[in-house]
């Protein structure tokens, strides 16, 4: 990270970040999705208390699509964007990155079922294998807290064509600190009640404060949208969604972007 480039508050908090979870980016979330692969949707909608899916269907319709477009999902865990971008528009050109091969797995083959092909890629999305300008949309929900943004969003920049769009969705850190406190609250008893309700091993186990001390030291909605202004991102918007504990991200390359 060019730490010229961004305010002190992104420089800061991107080495608190990275030197408080390197480890667990690094090694133990492997292990974590390679368990929670075969329930992680249905996890995530009762951790959620079965809202995930209504948000996840606000999300998409704020995505704009044309037909024969090139789209990348980053971080596809089990294909869900992917397969509602291709209901939505069949024609598009599909394109999903993760790191994951336990969940693209579940994901290929949630996608073959429905008839959808997918171009599945296994890889480590702080550098994407895919060439500069190149998709007209990108993608990315549910795992901007557990990266090194700044590179990731660096990279998005990168593969997107002049004029393309990145919409993000994630669960941000809530704005207001009384609506945070009572977040952190639940979510103690959410993660411990799902990861008992569906059998996680110690993998998952063991990094049940991780994924709160992670939104604690990840951004709101308008931290967030500066971030992306920063990146060089222009006509971002964003909206904070439950009290700003899911956020929504629509930005746009400028035709001039280098």
Not at 84 to 105: F, G, H, T
Not at 233 to 244: P, R
Request: glycine share 6%; charged share 25%.
């Amino acid at each position: 990270m060019n730490t010229d480039r961004y305010a002190t508050e992104f420089v800061i908090q991107e080495n608190l970040r990275e030197n408080q979870f390197n480890r667990i980016w690094s090694h133990d979330l492997k292990d974590v999705f390679a368990d929670v692969a075969q329930y992680y949707d249905r996890a995530n909608n009762v951790a959620a208390l079965w809202t995930i899916n209504g948000l996840r269907k606000k999300f998409i319709d704020c995505i704009e699509l044309q037909s024969g477009q090139k789209a990348l999902d980053v971080c596809a865990g089990t294909n869900v964007i992917g397969i509602d971008l291709l209901s939505k528009q069949p024609d598009l050109e599909m394109y999903a990155v993760d790191r994951s091969s336990a969940m693209q797995r579940v994901g290929g083959e949630r996608a073959r079922k429905l008839g959808f092909n997918i171009n599945s890629t296994i890889h480590d999305v702080h550098e994407l294998p895919f060439p500069d300008n190149h998709f007209d949309v990108v993608t990315l929900q549910y795992a901007s807290r557990h990266l090194r943004v700044v590179e990731v969003f660096e990279e998005i920049k990168r593969v997107l064509k002049p004029g393309g769009h990145f919409y993000h969705c994630d669960m941000l850190r809530p704005a207001n600190k009384l609506i945070e406190q009572a977040y952190y609250l639940y979510l103690r008893a959410s993660v411990g009640f799902t990861a008992w309700l569906f059998g996680s091993n110690n993998a998952s186990l063991s990094c049940k404060t991780y994924f709160i001390d992670a939104l604690k030291a990840f951004y709101s909605v308008e931290e967030l949208s500066k971030l992306l202004r920063e990146i060089g991102f222009e006509d971002v918007h964003g909206t904070g969604m439950l009290g700003g504990t899911v956020g929504f991200h629509k930005a746009m390359l400028p035709l001039d972007k280098n």
